[in-house]
Structure formats: structure tokens, C-alpha cells
């Protein structure tokens, strides 16, 4: 796993541009005590592989200060991209091998299922934990062992959740020293609107020409303070730790002209041509792995939605296991949907007066927490399993608006919607890989579905760890509050709907989002039920549902990825009435087709609009609601829209025996049209 993050990082480098003589340049603080302890880690390990006396009485003491100190070396270089997450796979593996007395412990199924056999563990530094899952086993750390059987040949091994993350935090870290100019600051200029403390708070010149002036885009002033506040993942509810099913002032980068040539561009006849490099650190997924707090806050969000995928398949298989019963499962899903309908309006005033760093730390422990305790109490008695469920998704419901809050402020205005639009690459990539592979992971632990509950919450842990990295600017006092902030709970919820109610802009944005998500509701709810009734061939019911599906997935993800290239040159407004009339023209479309195929390219269809929509009005939202007001009007919004979703759930199958499924989706299509097109009777979604 180690290996495969250096030369996946270096590869990815390399092909884009990167010199690797900028590997000899790198500026790292403590970088003796870093290569003393990768030493000691491996010169102990050795000489415990010998048997030598000396690393087996001072075995706890070397790799256990060595672990430490390899963590307080990349605790101090956190804000390096990808070292943030390689200091959590430090600290991750360095606590299971405390917690052994100085071995690295190897779950014993996951080593069976890996093709290896306990005569092949034979060195002195692993040791193999028994199948049982019980207090023992987490008492030695079982969740942070090797647990996590590689099978394939060339790569074969068993991983722990450390060792993924320090892979792909060394992965992050060598891609950006590759491709980073040598000299160039570790750290991104504060996004505008924001105060750094002490000399960096000053204002000052951009330090060349083509960093002021090339590739640089100017937007009107919305006469509010832009890039400052956050908006919830707007158009996709959260189903317990993570979304559901589913559906102008840019950082600075110095290149090479001095300011002093500032008077003389009039006389000449054009700007240097820009050095490939400079344009590949330039492109917009790049500045992004370039900036370590948010490839922390991206790393930790992807690896613990990869978690809840495993949660909620395991969730599924235990209270079927249990029960047996439909209504059962059901009342899972009404546990853990409907937190996005009671708490919208009080976790978004809330989150307005917190924190939001402390809120997503805090979240993402009590979350560890609830979701540590499910499989104790499903062997209590099952039904303790559902307040569980809901609360995980109610503590969700105010992680959510926190996080986006943060991301105005860890990276440059013009780079708000390209990460937007890299979050929701990452949610998709969770539900394209994620299921899967989490189906194999619960497939594979059989009786043991605890452990998939406990890896879960260890993702948890790692996330906080993760958003504990990062540097977030404070905001300006003067935009740390909005009028009316001490006025009392019900008065600030209040001063939230007003302000959405009198801006036309986020309002016909809202009412568009609240027919948009009837029609995915209806859709979500009878997707089955069009594969079994319309979809024609020998294919059977379910084998169609997951191929559509997957479309939906696949659709999202290219959505999401093309938008975060060119949406930050798109008119916003316009780019959400388009995402609707394509959604719309899908939908009115699936009834007159029995083709799985066509259908296939459909839903795909319907997920790139979802995301041509979604995305937008997520930077909408971001960019005109003032920071101190943000959590209310998006946690209104987020009740209306989610609301609307429930009901089309609660409808669409009543209406499908009335009148057809191919009849309600074909009239889902047409409201959806009529909101998109209704946008542009708007001014201000024109203008937008």
C-alpha cells in the first residue's frame, strides 16, 4: 500500500508535467527527526526478524517512538498536501501497534481471505488476532489491524485503514512536489474576505504580472461578501452518516515575471508564452491537490462515505437477518431519512452560531461513537438499532452545513465551484466503488458484521483527525455576523426564511429544487418497479435496477467531473435551467423505451443533469447568502426541498397502480421541465 501511493503520486506527477528534480527541493521541517525514525521503524523491525536481544527487550520503546515521532514529524508539516493524511495513517497504525505491545496485528479471516495462511507470518513485527469479535478484539485495536484482505495477485496483502491513508497521503504529497514550482509557499493565500493573523493579514501586490493578470476571470460584486458562507449538499439527503442513494479573487501563483516589468506591458507585443508546467499547476483539479486543507477535508470525507457504505449495506443484513421482516427495513429507512425533514432549520441556526471547524470534529466523534454501539445493541434487542440510525443522521444534518462552510474559506473564490464540484466526484466515486466493494467487504465477514459497524467508526476518528489539520482563516469581524443574530432562536430561524422569501434568485432556486426533487423521489421510489414492468428481455428484474442505477452513478460522477473544469466560466442561473430541462427530457423519455440499454443511457443522462444543477445552486447559495445567515436559509431550503422528496416517495406508488408507472414518470418529466424553463422567466436566474 505504501509502495503503490509513492508511485501512483510520482506517476500521476510525471504525466502531468512535474520535474522530479523538484524531489530534491523539497522544504520540510524536521526532516532529520523524520528519516531517524523511518530508521529506527525499520532497522527494529529487522532486527526483530533476526531475533536479535536487543530490539526484543526495547521492542515497545522503538516502534512505538518511532511511530511518534514519524507523527510529530508530520504533524508539523500538516499543511504540505497529503502529509495531513499521512500523519493520521501514522498516528492509526502507531496506536494498534501500542495497543499490541509493539506488534502489528493481522485480523485472521482477513489473512485467510487475502490467500495467505498463518505459516506465512513470520516475522517478528505482526501478529495474528483470532476471528472473534469481541471485547478482546477491540481492546487490541481490531478495527485499525490489518483487516482489509488484498487478494489480487502482484498487490496481494492484508491493509489496515492506516495503511490506506498513508498511501494516499504520500500519493497527494509527491504529485504536488512534483508538479510545484521549487520556492513556491506551502500554504494558499486566504480566500478574499477573510483575516490571517499577524504579518499575513496585510494586504499586498501579487508578486508578478501573469499571476495578476493571466487565466484570471472578474465577476460583478453581488453587494454581499462572496465565498464566505456555505450551503448543504443541496439536492441530496443524508441517509445515516453520509448522502443517500442517488441521485472575484483567486489564490495567487507566482510564475515567472517580475513586477517591476508591471509599467513596461503596454510596449510589448505580447506575455511570455506560459511554461507547460505553469499551465498544468493552473488547471483546476490541480491547485486543488495543491492545497492541504482541502486535500485533508476531501481525503477524510471520501474515506469515511467509503465507510458508511459499508455501514449501511451491513445495516441492511443485519436487521434482515434478524427480523426477516420488509416492514422492518423499512422503518430503517424512515429512521434514517427523516432527521433531513424535522432538523433542516434548527441544525443550520445552530451551526450559524458555533464553530464549524469544532462542529465537524465533534460530529465526526459522536458519529464513531453511535456507530460503534449498533451491533451492541442489535445482539441487546433490535429495535434499540432504530433511535441509533436516527441519530446518526440528525448529528449528520449539522456536519453538513459546517463543512461547506469551511470550503469558502480554504480556497480561492474562482476555485469554489471546481470544489464543489470535486466533493460530489468523491460522494459519486463512494457510491460507484463504495457499494461494491463495501458488498464484498460484508459478503466476506459472513457472521462478523460487527467489524464493518467498527471500521466505520474508526473512518469517523480518522475524518475528525483529519479536520483538526486544517488551517481555516478566521473570518472578518465584520462578517462574522449578520443583523439580528442575538435576537432569540425562533427570531433568527424567522430572519432566515425573510431573507430567503425577499431574494428571487435563491428563492426561484428553491422552488425549482422542490420540483426537481418530487420528480427524483418519484424516480428513486420506482425505479424497480419500471425495470420489472417496462424494461423488455431475459434479463431479470434486479440485474436491470442495479444497471440502471449504476448509469445514475456513472452519470454523476461525469457530471460532476466536467462541471468542476469549465463551471467556473458558466453563468450559473442558466446552468441550472439547463440541468433541468435535461433531467426533465430524460424523465418524459424512459417511459417509451422497453430497451435496457437505451434506458441505461437515460439515467446516465439523468445523472449528468443532476449534477449540472446540483453544483450551481450549491455556489449560488454559497456566493450570496451572508455567512452569519447561511446555515438558516439553506436548512429552510433543505426542509422544503427534502420534504417535497417525501411525499413523492410516499406517492409515486399510489399514482403507478392508478395511472402506470410509465405515466408518472412521464408527468415527473414534465413538471421538471416546466421548472427549469420557468427559471427564465426570472430576471435574476437569467442574470445569475
Known amino acids: 500500500m505504501l509502495l503503490g501511493g509513492v508511485a501512483l503520486g510520482l506517476v500521476m506527477g510525471l504525466l502531468a508535467g512535474g520535474r522530479p528534480e523538484h524531489l530534491f527541493a523539497v522544504r520540510l521541517r524536521w526532516l532529520g527527526l523524520i528519516f531517524a525514525a523511518v530508521v529506527v521503524r525499520f532497522v527494529t523491525e529487522a532486527a526483530l526478524e533476526r531475533g536479535a536481544e536487543p530490539g526484543t527487550a526495547l521492542r515497545?520503546?522503538?516502534?512505538?517512538?518511532?511511530?511518534?515521532?514519524?507523527?510529530?514529524?508530520?504533524?508539523?508539516?500538516?499543511?504540505?498536501?497529503?502529509?495531513?493524511v499521512a500523519f493520521v495513517g501514522i498516528l492509526a497504525n502507531g496506536l494498534a501497534v501500542l495497543a499490541n505491545a509493539g506488534w502489528m496485528p493481522i485480523w485472521q479471516p482477513s489473512l485467510l481471505a487475502a490467500g495467505f495462511s498463518a505459516a506465512d507470518v513470520h516475522n517478528g513485527f505482526h501478529t495474528i488476532l483470532p476471528a472473534s469479535l469481541d471485547t478482546a478484539f477491540l481492546l487490541h485495536a481490531g478495527p485499525l489491524a490489518d483487516v482489509i484482505p488484498v487478494p489480487f495477485p502482484v498487490i496481494q496483502n492484508v491493509?489496515?485503514?492506516?495503511?490506506?491513508?498513508?498511501?494516499?497521503?504520500?500519493?497527494?504529497?509527491?504529485?504536488?512536489?512534483?508538479?510545484?514550482?521549487?520556492?513556491?509557499?506551502?500554504?494558499?493565500?486566504?480566500?478574499?474576505?477573510?483575516?490571517?493573523?499577524?504579518?499575513?493579514?496585510?494586504?499586498?501586490?501579487?508578486?508578478?504580472?501573469?499571476?495578476a493578470v493571466a487565466g484570471r476571470t472578474i465577476r460583478a460584486e453581488t453587494g454581499l461578501v462572496p465565498g464566505l458562507a456555505e450551503a448543504a449538499a443541496l439536492d441530496r439527503?443524508?441517509?445515516?452518516?453520509?448522502?443517500?442513494?442517488?441521485?472575484?479573487?483567486?489564490?495567487?501563483?507566482?510564475?515567472?515575471?517580475?513586477?517591476?516589468?508591471?509599467?513596461?506591458?503596454?510596449?510589448r507585443a505580447a506575455i511570455p508564452t506560459e511554461a507547460p508546467l505553469a499551465r498544468v499547476r493552473r488547471h483546476p483539479y490541480v491547485r486543488l491537490a495543491l492545497n492541504g486543507s482541502f486535500s485533508a477535508l476531501w481525503v477524510g470525507q471520501l474515506i469515511s462515505l467509503f465507510g458508511d457504505r459499508v455501514n449501511q449495506i451491513a445495516l441492511a443484513a443485519l436487521v434482515w437477518a434478524q427480523t426477516g421482516s420488509a416492514a422492518a427495513m423499512g422503518l430503517v429507512f424512515v429512521a434514517a431519512t427523516l432527521p433531513n425533514l424535522l432538523l433542516g432549520p434548527v441544525a443550520g441556526t445552530l451551526v450559524d452560531r458555533w464553530d464549524q471547524k469544532q462542529v465537524m470534529v465533534v460530529s465526526d466523534l459522536l458519529r464513531a461513537s453511535l456507530v460503534l454501539l449498533v451491533p451492541i445493541a442489535a445482539a441487546t434487542e433490535i429495535a434499540l438499532v432504530y433511535p441509533l440510525v436516527f441519530a446518526v443522521t440528525a448529528i449528520s444534518i449539522f456536519f453538513r452545513p459546517a463543512r461547506t462552510a469551511i470550503l469558502?474559506?480554504?480556497?480561492?473564490?474562482?476555485?469554489?465551484?471546481?470544489?464543489?464540484?470535486?466533493?460530489w466526484v468523491g460522494?459519486?466515486?463512494?457510491?460507484?466503488?463504495?457499494?461494491?466493494?463495501?458488498?464484498?467487504?460484508?459478503?466476506?465477514?459472513?457472521?462478523?458484521?460487527?467489524?464493518?459497524?467498527?471500521?466505520?467508526?474508526?473512518?469517523?476518528?480518522?475524518?475528525?483527525?483529519?479536520?483538526?489539520?486544517?488551517?481555516?482563516?478566521?473570518?472578518?469581524?465584520?462578517?462574522?455576523?449578520?443583523?439580528?443574530?442575538?435576537?432569540?432562536?425562533?427570531?433568527?430561524?424567522?430572519?432566515?426564511?425573510?431573507?430567503?422569501?425577499?431574494?428571487?434568485?435563491?428563492?426561484?432556486?428553491?422552488?425549482?429544487?422542490?420540483?426537481?426533487?418530487?420528480?427524483?423521489?418519484?424516480?428513486?421510489?420506482?425505479?424497480?418497479?419500471?425495470?420489472?414492468?417496462?424494461?423488455?428481455?431475459?434479463v431479470d428484474t434486479t440485474t436491470v435496477y442495479a444497471f440502471l442505477e449504476t448509469g445514475v452513478g456513472l452519470g454523476n460522477l461525469v457530471g460532476g467531473f466536467l462541471l468542476g473544469l469549465v463551471g467556473a466560466h458558466l453563468a450559473?442561473?442558466?446552468?441550472?435551467?439547463l440541468g433541468y430541462v435535461l433531467f426533465g427530457l430524460c424523465l418524459t423519455a424512459l417511459p417509451a423505451t422497453g430497451s435496457a440499454l437505451v434506458a441505461f443511457a437515460l439515467m446516465l443522462g439523468v445523472g449528468v443533469a443532476n449534477m449540472i444543477f446540483v453544483i450551481p445552486s450549491q455556489t449560488l447559495f454559497q456566493e450570496?447568502?451572508?455567512?452569519?445567515?447561511?446555515?438558516?436559509?439553506?436548512?429552510?431550503?433543505?426542509?422544503?426541498?427534502?420534504?417535497?422528496?417525501?411525499?413523492?416517495?410516499?406517492?409515486?406508488?399510489?399514482?403507478a397502480q392508478a395511472v402506470g408507472v410509465g405515466a408518472v414518470l412521464f408527468g415527473c418529466g414534465v413538471l421538471t421541465l416546466a421548472a427549469g424553463l420557468g427559471g427564465l422567466l426570472v430576471p435574476a436566474v437569467r442574470e445569475a
Open 427 to 538: 460522494e459519486t466515486m463512494a457510491d460507484v466503488l463504495g457499494y461494491p466493494l463495501a458488498g464484498l467487504f460484508v459478503a466476506f465477514l459472513g457472521g462478523g458484521l460487527a467489524l464493518a459497524f467498527w471500521v466505520d467508526a474508526a473512518t469517523y476518528v480518522a475524518s475528525a483527525l483529519l479536520v483538526t489539520t486544517m488551517a481555516v482563516p478566521a473570518l472578518l469581524a465584520a462578517a462574522a455576523g449578520v443583523g439580528g443574530i442575538g435576537a432569540g432562536f425562533r427570531e433568527e430561524m424567522l430572519a432566515g426564511w425573510r431573507f430567503l422569501r425577499r431574494e428571487p434568485l435563491l428563492l426561484a432556486n428553491t422552488l425549482q429544487g422542490v420540483a426537481g426533487q418530487f420528480s427524483s423521489g418519484a424516480l428513486i421510489a420506482l425505479t424497480y418497479v419500471y425495470a420489472s414492468e417496462v424494461i423488455r428481455g431475459p
Open 624 to 655: 450570496r447568502t451572508p455567512p452569519g445567515m447561511i446555515g438558516r436559509v439553506v436548512g429552510i431550503r433543505f426542509s422544503l426541498v427534502f420534504g417535497s422528496m417525501t411525499l413523492a416517495m410516499a406517492v409515486a406508488g399510489v399514482l
Open 237 to 267: 439527503p443524508f441517509v445515516l452518516g453520509g448522502p443517500g442513494l442517488g441521485l472575484a479573487a483567486p489564490a495567487l501563483a507566482p510564475l515567472p515575471v517580475d513586477v517591476d516589468d508591471l509599467v513596461a506591458l503596454p510596449r
Open 408 to 423: 469558502p474559506r480554504i480556497v480561492g473564490s474562482g476555485e469554489l465551484m471546481t470544489a464543489n464540484s470535486a466533493a
Open 572 to 577: 450559473r442561473g442558466r446552468t441550472v435551467v
Open 60 to 84: 515497545i520503546l522503538l516502534l512505538c517512538g518511532s511511530y511518534g515521532l514519524l507523527a510529530a514529524g508530520l504533524w508539523v508539516n500538516r499543511r504540505q498536501p497529503g502529509l495531513a
Open 159 to 211: 491493509a489496515s485503514i492506516g495503511d490506506v491513508l498513508l498511501g494516499t497521503g504520500l500519493a497527494f504529497f509527491l504529485f504536488a512536489i512534483v508538479v510545484r514550482v521549487p520556492g513556491e509557499p506551502d500554504t494558499q493565500p486566504p480566500p478574499e474576505g477573510v483575516a490571517m493573523a499577524g504579518l499575513a493579514g496585510a494586504v499586498r501586490l501579487p508578486r508578478t504580472i501573469e499571476a
